[in-house]
């Protein structure tokens, strides 16, 4: 007869696949446009950005720390590298590059203002949630960027059928588990976030490491902002508003835990998809955006409830 602890171990192993594949079932009866292949690329589609969010916040998370600014970020990034982006202009590279590059700007002003200002990250980060907006705004005088190219918006399209926002996902994912698997940041970032004290005493440069964890974390934001830009074939200096809420609540319902040291980037990415799956599931059935907004509360409510009350598995 197995134990409450084994029982717990297992669900905290397989329960979030589990949940996902029962959700997908009660989908596909409850409505039968769900499990064609329409949707589901539309779903793959759609969850791609805050994927991308996910995964750059994961590695935040790890360090015990904590990013929101992510939804300003993707919105700066998006109207800059629009800016750049219009019809003959530059080669599509110099768009992207920007974009990117701007949002690792804005990780590594966060990893400074907490590692070396020694500002809470809640403090630090929501200050850029802010400055971020107001510098996309100005950027864009307060107008969407429009009038792009057309190699830039084919990012946000498909190849072979497949959308390539959901492959940029999916290399970026791959990439970031390698690190965290094989190399020695990975170990870092487990370290940093476990214990503090520890990691210091050990020669690791927790410093160094927190801010590499948000200038990564930055530069995905800015790569989801360049995507997104890409994909609505406009730079709105409005958009991405409550992004980070959603990237949070995928990384902790993934798994990864809230007080740092534990996390996986698979686990992360189920997240991810139960999310928007539960999103595309709510649209299908006309579910008003209101009750919507209730429901995703009430997911991020219970993803925190859990990681507080998850067993160890040590």
């Known amino acids: 007869m197995p134990t409450r602890t084994a029982i717990t171990r297992f669900l905290g192993t397989w329960g979030l696949a589990i949940a996902l594949l029962l959700i997908c079932v009660a989908l596909s009866f409850a409505h039968p446009g769900f499990l ?13 950005i805050n994927g991308i969010l996910a995964v750059g916040v994961t590695l935040v998370l790890l360090t015990g720390g904590v990013d929101l600014s992510l939804g300003s970020v993707v919105a700066l990034a998006g109207v800059v590298a629009a800016t750049m982006a219009h019809p003959g202009d530059h080669p599509v590279i110099v768009p992207v590059a920007l974009g990117i590059a701007t949002g690792a700007m804005c990780g590594a002003a966060n990893g400074a203002m ?39 918006t084919r990012l946000g399209g498909d190849v072979a059928g497949v ?21 020695r940041l990975g170990r870092h970032l487990y370290a940093v976030g476990g214990n503090p004290e520890a ?5 690791i440069r927790v410093g160094g490491v927190r ?35 959603d990237a949070i609540a995928a990384v902790v319902i993934g798994g990864t835990s809230l007080s740092g040291g534990v996390g996986t980037i ?9 999310v928007g799956v539960i999103n595309n599931g709510l649209d299908l059935m006309n579910v008003s ?22 067993i160890p598995s040590t």
């Open 163 to 183: 959308p390539i926002p959901a492959i940029i996902l999916a290399v970026t994912a791959a990439v970031t588990a390698l690190i965290l698997k094989n190399l």
């Open 199 to 203: 990691a210091r005493a050990a020669g």
């Open 211 to 245: 801010m590499i964890a948000y200038t990564a974390c930055g530069a995905m934001a800015g790569m989801a902002g360049v995507v997104l830009a890409a994909r609505i074939t406009t730079g709105q200096p409005n958009a991405g508003v409550g992004y980070e809420l």
């Open 289 to 310: 955006s209101y009750y919507q907004a209730i429901i995703k509360g009430v997911i991020i409510v219970a993803a925190v409830w859990l990681d507080r009350n998850r």
């Open 36 to 48: 064609t292949v329409t949707n589901l690329l539309n779903v793959a589609r759609q969850i791609s």
């Open 114 to 152: 907490v590692t070396r200002g020694l500002i809470p990250p809640f403090i630090a980060t929501l200050g850029m949630m802010t400055a971020a907006r107001g510098l996309a705004l100005v950027i864009s005088e307060g107008r969407p960027v429009s009038n792009l190219s057309a190699e830039f």
């Open 266 to 274: 698979g686990g992360t990415i189920l997240g991810a998809v139960l």
